[in-house]
């Protein structure tokens, strides 16, 4: 067990595991391997307080702080941190819910897969994205992407109410009457710039009683006729249907558009008529669930840690891709070293689009289509070389894309400010300036204040 010698005023309460002791290797690692580290102290909250706690102790012994949920950050020193404490909410996952108003109080810790189960059960949906074992903090947070946004919105327009923890161990909440600012931030404005978050106030919406999947497979030679057919009728679909096309290596074959309709399965047939009549389908899969078994459907298990390392990047696209862009895409695909590495693509528009840029932090409200990319490797020594491979691809692309998405972040991107929150990065600044002016809550890109 490692103490710190300081006799400090603030007692570290909750689940708190020292290094050396028993179940520290299983709390400090995370779901990609690639951001591993040795933090001194993984403190497990169990309630809001013991979030007051290490945040006091924290400021009290100097020691580094990082808040973590999911366990799912993309890059290094993020929610985790070398000899620091990590402030871990995920065995705070409380729901309470009140269906008449259609109200969620969600505590922070809770993953997207039991939080969307838990209210499928109550005829009610909110904002998922393609794993179950992402943390609803960060999601939130950040953005929150998905089958459902053209319909309901992001994950953060459904964020009404945050109570959160400030440097100095203050209790804040932040609603449209209170702390009005920091709500705005905390729509998009990406998680861990502020305080902790340890509760959200969540709009939810009527789920409907059936709905309709569909998965349709190509042979991988025909990606570029179905990236060209894709990105051209995607955007302008029915708004029920959220759709995404996923390309993996050529070693791997996959090349599969799926999604989620919130209608029938005769409708989204004929919706489908583009993809359907596109290259030869190898395989296709139209169904109408129940909901409760749609949530099953869309959130495949998935587990913590992988086994492979992944290095992502991320961008909007405003129009297809020209051959130049597909070419880029294709040479990225053919020289990764990981059969999981992948391309993969989400239409945008409907409710998204209808919300104004500067009206919450999420700023990419006019793209046509999301897209990101990742490399995976088994054996550091690919390491570099497919860091490398994912930096140029984002170079080759950069003529037919802007910005980058903040829960997908890349340290290659220097101006990542502009790159995360277009226009609204100033005002970000002046949020962090009030809430956190020591800049205790900083890690790689996170919001600096104004000095």
Do not use: C
């Not at 009457?177 to 009527?206: M, P």
């Not at 169904?287 to 913590?304: C, E, K, S, Y």
């Not at 600044?429 to 809430?435: G, I, P, S, W």
């Amino acid at each position: 067990m490692e103490v710190l010698d300081i006799a400090s005023k603030t007692k570290l309460t909750g689940r708190v595991i020292f290094r050396g002791e028993p179940g520290y290797e299983e709390a400090r690692l995370n779901w990609n391997p690639f951001t591993d580290t040795y933090p001194l102290v993984i403190v497990f909250a169990q309630e809001h307080d013991d979030v007051v706690n290490a945040i006091k102790w924290a400021r009290e012994n100097n020691v580094p702080l990082r808040a973590r949920g999911g366990r799912h950050a993309l890059e290094r020193n993020m929610s985790v941190v070398r000899d620091g404490i990590i402030i871990d909410v995920s065995d705070m996952t409380r729901v309470r819910l009140n269906s008449k108003k259609e109200i969620a109080l969600i505590e922070t810790g809770i993953d997207v897969g039991p939080l969307v189960s838990t209210l499928a059960k109550y005829g009610l949906m909110s904002p998922f994205g393609d794993s179950p074992t992402v943390g609803i903090a960060g999601l939130t947070l950040g953005g929150g992407i998905g089958p459902l946004q053209r319909t309901i919105g992001l994950a953060s327009d459904n964020l009404i109410g945050v109570k959160m923890v400030d440097a100095d161990g203050r209790t804040i909440i932040a609603d449209e009457n209170n702390n009005s600012d920091l709500l705005w931030a905390s729509r998009g404005g990406g998680g861990g710039n502020f305080g902790i978050a340890t509760e959200y106030k969540y709009k939810v919406h009527r789920a409907p009683e059936k709905a309709t999947v569909f998965d349709i497979n190509w042979p991988w030679e025909q990606l570029e006729d179905v990236v060209k057919v894709w990105q051209r009728w995607s955007p302008s679909v029915d708004e029920r249907l959220g759709t995404s096309l996923s390309i993996n290596t050529k070693t791997n074959g996959l090349l599969q558009a799926t999604g989620l309709f919130l209608g029938s399965k005769a409708e989204l047939t004929g919706l489908l008529e583009p993809l359907l009549t596109t290259g030869t389908p190898s395989e296709v899969n139209i169904q109408t669930l129940p909901w409760p078994a749609v949530v099953r459907n869309r959130l495949q298990p998935d587990q913590i840690p992988t086994d492979m390392a992944n290095k992502f990047s991320s961008s909007f696209g405003f129009q297809p891709f020209p051959d130049e862009a597909i070419k880029a895409m294709r040479y990225f695909l053919e020289n990764a070293t990981g059969s999981e590495s992948n391309f993969f693509f989400l239409n945008w528009g409907g409710a998204v689009s209808r919300v104004s840029p500067e009206a919450t932090a999420f700023f990419w409200r006019d793209p046509k289509f999301y897209f990101e990319w990742s490399a995976t490797w088994k054996n550091p020594s690919d390491a570099q070389r497919n860091i490398a491979l994912v930096e140029r691809t984002r170079e080759m692309l950069k003529p037919f894309s802007k910005g980058s998405y903040v829960n997908v972040p890349d340290f290659n991107i220097k101006n990542f400010g502009s790159a995360y929150y277009g226009t609204n990065f100033d005002r970000l600044r002046e949020v962090k300036t009030k809430y956190d002016p020591k800049n205790v809550f900083h890690y790689p890109q996170s919001i600096p204040p104004f000095y």
